[in-house]
């Protein structure tokens, strides 16, 4: 049985350090906070504008035509709690997946 749990040790080790070297969250890398929160905003908008409505109070502006991807409100969400380096990769890529081109930082 100890031999077991040293195992088992062993194995959650490199798991345990991977999870401590992972930022919690903040903006991506080169970007301060502030700028990080305008581009998210800004591809939240196009998101918006342009694949699917979000409802203005997960930061959309109310229009767009079809229904917002589940991974686009999380990253909606993600970048309103100040996780902009989760965020906006997440938009990007939904833009790219709909043939829509993702604006400059």
């Known amino acids: 049985m100890a031999k077991l749990t ?6 959650a080790a490199p798991l345990a350090l991977a999870a401590c070297t992972q930022t919690a969250g903040g903006p991506p ?9 305008a581009y998210c905003t800004k591809l939240t908008t ?32 993600q970048c309103q709690d100040g ?10 890529r939904e833009l790219r997946n709909n043939k829509v081109e993702v604006p400059p930082p």
């Not at 040293?6 to 194995?11: F, P, T």
């Not at 996780?83 to 990007?92: D, E, F, K």
């Open 83 to 92: 996780n902009t380096a989760a965020g906006i990769p997440v938009l990007q």
């Open 29 to 37: 890398p080169g970007m301060t906070a502030a700028q990080g929160a």
């Open 46 to 77: 196009v998101y918006s504008e342009y694949v699917a409505g979000l409802p203005t109070s997960m930061g959309g502006v109310g229009r767009g035509g079809g229904q917002s991807d589940i991974d686009a409100r999380v990253a909606v969400a």
């Open 6 to 11: 040293h195992v088992l040790g062993l194995m």
